[in-house]
């Protein structure tokens, strides 16, 4: 429990950073990308540091109720998310029939791809799903009430996000939101990573076609047409919204501005994510001194084996 204690700590400053780059309304791709830094270093063991580092180590969790309380979120969190992948599959494949026609194709190609994902026509979506085998499930109504291009813009769409490898990213950030449910910013995370992604691949999909005008039309045109979106796909709302407002217009800052802010996060990104190199020779003897000097706390073999690593440390690095 302590090393999830520590490496929450540790990975604040980096969703600092992320949030940073969010009230700059700086690039929604560069976004994405601190946020999937934020998630990374959430990975990386605590113990893991630089002498450039300026976040310290964090502190440490000692109580013994912690543990079990963690542990009964994890499960619970990972039951409830099994549960929500198989409804959702279910969802997007219940009455779905195959797509005949050569403009997923056609759609793939002008992403650069080298094979289109497989495409389904059903009663939910759009939406992509599945990490081996890519699917895209599209709903009759809209296929049938869009034109060709109009079509090939909702392909677009849905093969960006398996261009860019989006599935892998947003199931590690479930497995994180399951293992890190006590971390508010894992939470915040997510859907701040959810929004700047769908922004991220709307940009993809306007530079492939040279023009974010139609596809601007096409998405509200989508929304008109919609009548439940699928779970887990962009739906209308606040996300929907900010697509459409990035599309109508630049957000971004001038361009002195905005590589100044690039490179100040980039430095503040380094100094974050490198906390200050974690002295484990020290750690080791003041865990030993609390066990002596509380020893009704500590069993005698928990005491001896702390004693031992801490013997075995000092021999290995003298």
Do not use: I
């Amino acid at each position: 429990m302590s090393w999830l204690v520590a490496a929450s700590w540790q990975a604040a400053p980096v969703a600092a950073v992320a949030l940073l780059a969010e009230a700059l309304r700086l690039r929604p791709g560069l976004r994405y990308a601190l946020w999937l830094a934020f998630a990374a270093r959430l990975l990386v063991p605590p113990t893991v540091g630089s002498p450039v580092g300026v976040v310290p180590a964090g502190p440490e969790a000692s109580a013994d109720w912690l543990g079990p309380v963690w542990l009964a979120g994890v499960l619970a969190g990972a039951a409830l998310a099994a549960f929500r992948v198989r409804r959702a599959r279910a969802a997007l494949l219940r009455g779905t029939t195959a797509f005949e026609g050569d403009l997923p194709r056609r759609a793939a190609a002008r992403l650069g791809m080298r094979r289109a994902p497989r495409v389904l026509l059903g009663d939910a979506g759009p939406a992509v799903f599945g990490l081996l085998r890519p699917t895209v499930v599209v709903p009759h109504g809209l296929a049938r009430a869009l034109d060709a291009t109009a079509f090939e813009h909702v392909l677009l769409h849905e093969f960006a996000h398996v261009k860019r490898r989006d599935l892998v990213a947003q199931a590690l950030f479930g497995a994180l939101n399951v293992v890190y449910w006590f971390h508010p910013l894992v939470w915040v995370a997510r859907r701040r990573a959810y929004a700047a992604r769908e922004l991220a691949c709307d940009a993809t999909v306007a530079r492939a076609l040279g023009s974010s005008s139609a596809y601007r039309r096409t998405l509200l045109r989508a929304a008109l047409l919609a009548t439940a979106p699928a779970p887990g796909a962009a739906a209308l709302g606040g996300v929907f919204l900010a697509r459409v407002r990035a599309l109508d217009r630049d957000p971004r800052p001038p361009a002195f501005w905005r590589r100044l802010a690039v490179a100040a996060l980039a430095l503040l990104l380094v100094a974050a994510a490198a906390p200050v190199r974690f002295d484990e020779g020290a750690a080791l003897r003041a865990q030993v001194a609390r066990m002596v000097g509380n020893p009704e706390a500590y069993g005698c073999l928990e005491t001896r084996f702390a004693f031992l690593r801490a013997v075995a440390h000092e021999l290995r690095n003298p």
